[in-house]
């Protein structure tokens, strides 16, 4: 350990130099200077291990000594020996870095060792620090350094990535365009017939799986071959790509429409409900295609044949459903231009005869071709008048009078039969208000509905708009359902029945016996009458089974509270019968056939007379002749 001694006394350095021998011993070489100059100069060369320090230096002192040098150069262990002890310049001595500030007087050689050894300890101690403060700080740089590299490495990767994505995406871009190409028409830009045919296979499959209808539809464009012949390829070109933009408005996204070369087209239509979903695609096409194009100039009429071939059993495969939608549109394109043609001759003619009677049936209503006949019911026992039902009837402009089981059906699965019916109940209702007033008495009137009313639509709502609309008293109007409504959901029915109810009007139970009869339903079900079916009635005489069933019907109505009706009497021997029941009305030719309103006004205002309104078997007066009534 090398100490300089800076002390500008001889007998105190004298006295520190043996402590410091009497304490180290040959640990310690001692080097001693009393000149403030020399002091200054080994002060900056900071060579030696300690520096014992006078305080006062003839005129200056320890802390100026230190203030002479650098910082950073100041020797790193220095203790200051002073003549006497002063608080201030303690704290002035710690703060400037020293190590201790001993009283001479107070000096033993225990105490300097000891001041001395903690000294270098802490000093150790704080260069041991300060070397780990920079390697923290080295390893720091680096850290930085390296994250600053990495930072870097990182732009260039997302720089070089970018690229790469790029390069992909248009080698993607390009691949894509190479199978659109492949795959598609290059003119129209249609499927073309690679693609249509997977597109087929696919959706047979799908429909297969899902057992729900598809048909393929091969398209053929009438008079192609003149017009290009005659306008030139160009044209021809041009029509084509209108004609694709056309049939591709006339499809809904799910389906498909594929150009399988020259003028020959095909559609797959998929989840058709009917097959007149089929064929109203087919003629919606036809009408857009027949529509005159308009090309350079040059307006083009055209049309299209189209064969139809159903996924069946017969078309159950690509190739069959091809072949099949071929032969069709073959015989599609001999029958006359501009017509499609399914190839299931069987289907063709019910196709073709539902889709007809379904654009007759839009135009008969536009055309007030709809009228109603009205048929009076009576009292068994009294032969008072209860009421009268509407029947509607189509006067066809060709076909002449269409009775409504040729046509109901038809309205009822197109659904047509919510505005027919609407027209029908505004009729019967006005009707009815016009002979209450004429006869100053209510003529109820009931009018039939079909279970297919109770699925669709805002049955209750209708009703209640036209019995206000009218002015119909709602007691006046009874809604005939038959037992088909309850195939439906019965607590859905029963739900609309009962705001019917609410409503005022009456429900009767019309054809009952020949349906699907529960008596359940019955009892649960708001019932005013029960209208049996004509068969039982017409049979009853020569059928006692017949006979029971109409004797059980009446008294199942008056345990019920409801009213019995018993439809077609057509005889004087069937009324007789049906007058020794307890309490029954009749409905039937016997009594009064289906008539136009004037006639039936007639017959009305001829039987509702009062005095005829009395318990007697008083005889009816017909307006039609025949039918009789013999007293
Ligand atoms: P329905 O409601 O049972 O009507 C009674 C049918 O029996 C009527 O046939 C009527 O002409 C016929 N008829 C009445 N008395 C006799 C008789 O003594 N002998 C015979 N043989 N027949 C008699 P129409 O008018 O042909 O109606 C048939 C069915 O068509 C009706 O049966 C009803 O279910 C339906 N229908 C009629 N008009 C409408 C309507 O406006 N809406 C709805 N949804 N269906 C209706
Ligand atoms: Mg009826
Ligand atoms: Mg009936």
């Not at 620090?129 to 920079?134: D, G, H, P, V, W």
């Amino acid at each position: 350990m090398q100490v300089l001694i800076i002390d500008d006394d001889e007998v105190d350095f004298r006295s520190t130099r043996r402590m410091l021998t009497e304490t180290f011993g040959a640990e310690v070489t001692l080097d001693w200077i009393s000149d403030w100059n020399d002091a200054t100069k080994a002060f900056a060369q900071s060579s030696y291990d300690v520096y014992l320090i006078d305080y006062f230096l003839g005129g200056r002192t320890g802390l100026e000594l230190i203030e002479t040098c650098d910082p950073s150069d100041k020797p790193s262990v220095f203790i200051f020996l002073t003549g006497h002890d002063d608080r201030k310049v303690d704290v002035a001595a710690t703060n400037a870095g020293a190590a201790g500030y001993l009283v001479k007087s107070d000096i033993t050689a225990s105490t300097l060792e000891r001041t001395i050894r903690y000294a270098l300890f802490m000093a150790r101690k704080k260069e041991e620090l300060r070397q780990e403060m920079i390697a923290v700080k080295a390893a720091k740089d680096i850290v930085e350094r390296q994250s600053e590299m990495h930072a870097k490495m990182a732009n260039d990767l997302s720089a070089t990535q970018a690229k790469l994505q790029t390069a992909l995406d248009s080698a993607e871009e390009s691949e894509a365009k190479y199978r659109n190409l492949a795959q598609h028409d290059l003119l129209t830009e249609l499927p073309n017939r690679v693609l249509f045919m997977s597109q087929l296979e696919r959706m047979i499959d799908n429909s297969h799986r899902s057992g729900k209808n598809m048909a393929l539809l091969l398209l053929d464009l009438d008079r192609f071959k003149s017009i290009n012949d005659s306008l030139g390829h160009p044209v021809g070109d041009r029509l084509l790509m209108q004609v694709a933009r056309r049939l591709t408005n006339c499809i809904r996204k799910t389906d498909t429409v594929a150009r399988l070369g020259g003028d020959e087209f095909a559609v797959i239509v998929t989840n058709l409900q009917s097959h007149e979903d089929t064929a109203i695609v087919a003629q919606h096409i036809i009408e857009s295609l027949t529509e005159s194009f308009e090309i350079e100039g040059h307006e083009i009429n055209t049309s299209a044949s189209i064969g139809i071939a159903v996924l069946n059993e017969d078309s159950n495969t690509v190739d069959a459903l091809l072949k099949n939608a071929d032969a069709a549109l073959y015989k599609a394109k001999g029958a006359g231009r501009g017509i499609y043609h399914f190839f299931d001759a069987a289907l063709n003619n019910q196709v073709r005869t539902i889709t007809l009677l379904k654009r007759e049936l839009s135009e008969a209503l536009e055309h007030h071709q709809f009228f109603l006949e009205y048929q009076p019911q009576i009292e068994t026992a009294t032969n008072k008048v209860t009421g009268v039902e509407a029947l509607v009837r189509w006067q066809h402009p060709t076909r002449g009078r269409v009775p409504p089981c040729d046509f109901i059906p038809t309205a009822e699965s197109t659904g047509q039969i919510a505005a027919m019916s609407e027209w029908i109940l505004k009729e019967a209702c006005s009707q009815s208000v016009v002979w209450e007033a004429m006869f100053g008495r209510s003529i109820p009137v009931a009018v039939n509905l079909s279970a297919i009313q109770f699925k669709r639509g805002r049955l209750v709502e209708t009703i209640a708009t036209i019995l206000s609309g009218t002015g119909l008293p709602p007691a006046s109007l009874t809604l005939e359902i038959t037992e088909t409504v309850m195939i439906h959901d019965v607590d859905e029915v029963e739900m609309q029945l009962r705001d019917l109810v609410a409503l005022g009007v009456k429900i009767a139970i019309d054809d009952f016996g020949t349906g699907y009869s529960s008596l359940a339903h019955l009892r649960q079900l708001p019932i005013d009458q029960i209208k049996v079916d004509r068969s039982f009635v017409s049979d009853m005489l020569s059928n006692h089974r017949d006979a029971a069933v109409v004797e059980a019907v009446i008294a199942l109505g008056r345990n019920l509270g409801v009213t019995v009706v018993a439809e077609g009497v057509e005889t004087i021997e069937q009324m007789d019968y049906l007058r020794k029941m307890p309490s029954i009305d009749a409905q039937g030719f016997f009594i009064a056939r289906p008539m136009q309103p004037d006639q039936c006004q007639n017959w009305l205002s001829k039987n509702l007379r009062p005095e005829l309104e009395m318990p007697a078997a008083i005889p009816l007066a017909h307006t039609t002749g025949k039918l009789r009534l013999t007293p």
